[in-house]
């Protein structure tokens, strides 16, 4: 067995400065991820208005929580917003397809599918903000230009926040999944086509025998990543909808736990409702990728 001491001088300096380096990313987990899980689970059953000393409230949070109408309303809203999943994945495929091919300025044309990807959110919602605006956006200008009749209240009727949100998502979103899927194009090799072609398959059938199975991993990645990041919208809602919109049909689940703990003061309210959020995105994640063997074709 080789002891400590029989370690040379330089190899124990090496092993220090390793140890020394893996430190300080395990500090930062520890300080800025483990401390405030730790703590959040705790003050989920107490109450605290973040002045006053946390006193034990026990389950009553989770109690409140199952009367509480907004909590219901803001995780429907959520849900709901999960439908720019399949559309932007059906746009995002058909827009890979036509940038996969050998065209004049495609380079260019990629580009500029991905700008919105990269730009800054609260940017991209307050444009967005004035682009729905009912009396002056260019939404409802185009609108009443080329049908001569007044378009929808955007962001001041109930039954349109939820859709503005959906197709602001489209607009910022298709660009990454387009990338993806431009990707995986790029990586079928071309055997499997030439192949089927030689016994008689047409493009549609190419398209779902080939093309479309053997992308199901970037499906079944697009899928798992957008219901992570839908359950996490925040930031359109808190730009374009700061009261939650009318009726309160914009509020996701993030912006209600965000008004509950800085808003109104309810902390501990606030982290009993983040922790049933994270349970419930656990969940959802476990059983895709248990659903995710019967087909994701991952040869």
Same mark, same amino acid.
């Given at each position: 067995?080789?002891?400590?001491?029989?370690?040379?001088?330089?190899?124990?300096?090496?092993?220090?400065?390793?140890?020394?380096?893996?430190?300080?990313?395990?500090?930062?987990?520890?300080?800025?991820?483990?401390?405030?899980?730790?703590?959040?689970?705790?003050?989920?059953?107490?109450?605290?208005?973040?002045?006053?000393?946390?006193?034990?409230?026990?389950?009553?949070? $989770?109690?409140?929580?199952?009367?509480?109408?907004?909590?219901?309303?803001?995780? $429907?809203?959520?849900?709901?917003?999960?439908?720019?999943?399949?559309?932007?994945?059906?746009?995002?495929?058909?827009?890979?397809?036509?940038?996969?091919?050998?065209?004049?300025?495609?380079?260019?044309?990629?580009?500029?599918?991905?700008?919105?990807?990269?730009?800054?959110?609260?940017?991209?919602?307050?444009?967005?903000?004035?682009?729905?605006?009912?009396?002056?956006?260019?939404?409802?200008?185009?609108?009443?230009?080329?049908?001569?009749?007044?378009?929808?209240?955007?962001?001041?009727?109930?039954?349109?926040?939820?859709?503005?949100?959906?197709?602001?998502?489209?607009?910022?979103?298709?660009?990454?999944?387009?990338?993806?899927?431009?990707?995986?194009?790029?990586?079928?090799?071309?055997?499997? $086509?030439?192949?089927?072609?030689?016994?008689?398959?047409?493009?549609?059938?190419?398209?779902? $025998?080939?093309?479309?199975?053997?992308?199901?991993?970037?499906?079944?990645?697009?899928?798992?990543?957008?219901?992570?990041?839908?359950?996490?919208?925040?930031?359109?809602?808190?730009?374009?909808?700061?009261?939650?919109?009318?009726?309160?049909?914009?509020?996701?689940?993030?912006?209600?736990?965000?008004?509950?703990?800085?808003?109104?003061?309810?902390?501990?309210?606030?982290?009993?409702?983040?922790?049933?959020?994270?349970?419930?995105?656990?969940?959802?994640?476990?059983?895709?990728?248990?659903?995710?063997?019967?087909?994701?074709?991952?040869?």
């Amino acid at each position: 067995m080789i002891t400590a001491r029989k370690i040379p001088g330089f190899r124990r300096r090496e092993i220090v400065w390793s140890y020394l380096f893996v430190a300080i990313p395990v500090l930062g987990f520890i300080i800025f991820g483990l401390a405030p899980l730790v703590s959040s689970f705790v003050l989920s059953f107490m109450d605290w208005d973040m002045v006053s000393p946390a006193q034990w409230n026990g389950t009553g949070n $989770y109690k409140e929580m199952i009367v509480d109408e907004k909590f219901y309303k803001s995780l $429907y809203n959520t849900l709901y917003l999960l439908i720019e999943i399949p559309i932007g994945m059906v746009f995002s495929l058909f827009i890979a397809i036509l940038m996969n091919r050998k065209l004049k300025g495609v380079s260019f044309l990629r580009t500029i599918y991905y700008i919105p990807v990269i730009s800054p959110i609260i940017a991209v919602s307050l444009l967005w903000k004035w682009i729905l605006n009912n009396d002056y956006g260019l939404i409802n200008d185009w609108i009443y230009s080329l049908f001569g009749i007044q378009g929808p209240n955007w962001l001041g009727d109930p039954h349109w926040v939820k859709p503005s949100f959906i197709l602001m998502g489209l607009w910022g979103g298709v660009g990454r999944t387009m990338v993806l899927y431009l990707a995986g194009l790029q990586a079928i090799a071309p055997d499997y $086509y030439e192949a089927a072609t030689v016994d008689g398959a047409n493009r549609w059938n190419l398209f779902r $025998y080939i093309t479309f199975p053997l992308l199901s991993p970037i499906h079944f990645f697009v899928i798992v990543m957008g219901i992570i990041g839908t359950f996490q919208s925040f930031s359109q809602v808190y730009i374009m909808a700061s009261d939650g919109g009318p009726e309160y049909s914009g509020a996701t689940i993030v912006f209600y736990i965000f008004n509950e703990a800085f808003k109104y003061f309810n902390m501990g309210y606030a982290s009993a409702v983040a922790w049933v959020l994270g349970i419930l995105i656990f969940i959802i994640t476990l059983i895709q990728f248990k659903l995710s063997k019967r087909w994701v074709y991952n040869d």
